[in-house]
Every structure is written in C-alpha cells, then in structure tokens.
C-alpha cells in the first residue's frame, strides 16, 4: 500500500457506524407517537383525530430516511476508500439523519406551523445537500445518473420551503415529489445507454 492509500479510510467501517445511525433515527420516528388513555373505547373518528396527523410525518420521514438509506450504502459501494474530508462530510450526513427524529416530531405535532415546517424543510434540504456532495466527490465532474438523482430533491426542498412558509398544510405533497429523484436516475441512465448504443 503506497503511502497515499495508507492515509485513506476504510469506507466499509463507516458503513457499519451508518447502518446503525440509520437504524435507530428510523425506530426512534414512531418513540413520539401519542399512548392516550382514552376514556372510553375509542372509535375510527377519535383514532384518526389522534394519529392521522402524527402518522404522516412519521410515513413521509421514514420513507426519506429509506430513500437516502439506500443512496448513501450505493454511495459508498463505489468509494471503497475516502479521505478524511470525505469521512468527516459523511459524518455531518450521518449526524443530519440523527437529527430527523427531532425535527419530525416537531412537524408532526405542529405541521401547520409555518416555522417548523420551514425548519423541517430546512433539514431536508440539508440531508439533500450533504448526499448530493457526497456524490459528486465519489464520481467527479460531469452528467452522472447518480449526481442528476441526489440533485433533483434540492430543486425539490427549496421551493418547498418557500411554500412551507405560506402554506404549510399543504406543502408536505410538494415534498413528495423529491422522490422524482429516482425517476431522474432511471431516466438519465436509459439515455445515457441508447447514446452509447448509437453507431458512430
């Protein structure tokens, strides 16, 4: 190993320290739904008074948390070794993900808030923006499926915050279009195969 390599980390390690992280951020988005003690046997409509709100927090943010789950383990499949800026980023990312919890709890009990679903929004762009860098460090310069993939949420989250501040109660469905990342992957992808199939 030449001395360059040997001042390189081992990115399997971070990936056990990830996997963990990841772990308990996603188990700790249901520690704050809501154990009433209802004073009768409650009905669909006092369940749906107690939950519905709670429980699409919790669904929105567990699928992101997924979303970039994956991202990041497909990340560093293709950087096997990282220098200590890039582990040191990938420990921001890490400690953006152990912050969810928190701020999910706060925008499932206070989701017409319009300053905590700016805050929320905020968070999402930044969890956004740290795997989009990541990305680009591990693949470089140029129109990488991957690169094209983890920008589209931040073309997402940022309007989002705008709306977030006039209208919260609805901009939790404009986040859900951050999901188009994966349709943007896919799409550059395909594109960028039929151009290599193409004959010279």
Request: hydrophobic share 55%; charged share 15%; net charge positive.
């Amino acid at each position: 190993m030449s001395d360059t390599q040997s001042d390189l980390f081992e990115m399997r390690r971070l990936e056990s320290l990830s996997n963990t992280i990841f772990g308990v951020a996603m188990t700790l988005l249901a520690y704050d739904l809501p154990k009433p003690n209802f004073a009768q046997m409650p009905g669909w409509a006092d369940l749906a008074q107690t939950y519905s709100g709670r429980l699409a927090g919790l669904v929105l943010s567990f699928i992101i948390a997924g979303v970039f789950w994956i991202s990041h383990h497909r990340r560093l499949a293709r950087q096997p070794l990282g220098s200590r800026a890039v582990v040191l980023l990938n420990l921001f990312f890490l400690l953006s993900i152990v912050l969810l919890p928190v701020t999910n709890s706060l925008y499932s009990s206070y989701r017409l808030s319009s300053a905590v679903a700016v805050l929320y929004g905020l968070h999402l762009t930044v969890i956004a923006s740290l795997n989009a860098w990541l990305w680009w460090l591990a693949l470089g310069k140029g129109r990488h499926a991957e690169i094209v993939g983890a920008v589209f949420p931040i073309i997402v989250f940022v309007p989002g915050i705008v709306i977030a501040a006039f209208a919260p109660e609805y901009v939790q469905y404009f986040w859900m279009l951050g999901f188009g990342g994966l349709l943007a992957r896919r799409f550059v992808r395909e594109e960028q195969a039929n151009a290599a199939d193409e004959p010279l």
